[in-house]
């Protein structure tokens, strides 16, 4: 297995490449699974397109020896490399999401990132800035786990609750509120930058 493989489907998706390698990734006792000490996401070493294709969809973050982007992943890219290198320079430093630190640099309005996390993962976008959310609905989910995987309870629909993400791949936090409070969970999307606000927003501060 080469080392030299390309780490995709981060918070970009296929838009572009992380600068980190394979190689430079933590081992783990599975050969084809790797610890990233960057965004702290598990990073799957695939040989096929249909490998990348099955563990993008299951939202892992891949490692692969292609640098083209899937057919079912082809929406043009919404800031330059050159843009997205110094965001993620910004990221090492404070640790925050790429979406987050691309707004705060004024690479990308929030809409715009917003949008384009809705085409690429096939959800809904909302704008936590116009959405009144009901007190009732927050106390559902606690203010450490909406912070742990940034996102945030919207609204609650019968025996459905919908809830904000700024990573609808992040099926560990999907599967933490829907242990926590029995209901079937239903994504949308907002940037990291939205949810993060929200959060500060709508829950006390301690």
Request: a positive charge; proline letters at 6%.
């Given at each position: 297995?080469a ?17 980190t390698r394979w ?5 783990s006792?599975?050969?084809t699974l ?7 996401k ?14 993008s969809k299951a939202?892992?973050?891949?490692a ?8 079912w992943?082809n929406?043009p890219p919404?800031v330059?490399l ?6 993620q320079a910004?990221?090492?430093?404070d640790g925050?999401?790429?979406g ?9 309005e929030e809409s715009?990132?917003t949008?384009f996390l809705s085409k ?17 609905v ?5 203010r ?6 940034n996102?945030?309870p919207v609204?609650?629909a019968g ?17 933490d ?6 209901f ?7 940037a990291?930058?939205a949810?993060t606000?929200a959060?500060?927003r709508?829950?006390p501060?301690r």
């Amino acid at each position: 297995m080469a080392d030299d493989k390309l780490i995709r489907n981060c918070e970009l998706r296929f838009a572009f490449d992380c600068p980190t390698r394979w190689s430079a990734l933590k081992p783990s006792d599975a050969a084809t699974l790797r610890r990233c000490q960057v965004c702290s996401k598990n990073v799957r070493a695939c040989e096929t397109s249909k490998d990348v294709e099955s563990a993008s969809k299951a939202g892992e973050r891949v490692a692969t020896s292609s640098d083209a982007p899937p057919e079912w992943s082809n929406d043009p890219p919404p800031v330059s490399l050159a843009q997205l290198r110094k965001a993620q320079a910004a990221q090492q430093k404070d640790g925050r999401r790429i979406g987050y630190a691309l707004i705060k640099s004024g690479a990308i309005e929030e809409s715009q990132l917003t949008d384009f996390l809705s085409k690429q993962y096939g959800v809904p976008a909302i704008n936590l800035k116009e959405f009144a959310i009901a007190p009732e609905v927050i106390k559902l989910v606690p203010r450490e786990l909406a912070m742990k995987h940034n996102l945030i309870p919207v609204k609650l629909a019968g025996k459905t609750l919908i809830i904000a993400m700024s990573d609808p791949s992040n099926v560990f936090g999907i599967d933490d509120v829907k242990l926590l409070t029995g209901f079937h969970i239903e994504v949308v999307v907002a940037a990291a930058v939205a949810v993060t606000d929200a959060i500060e927003r709508y829950y006390p501060s301690r």
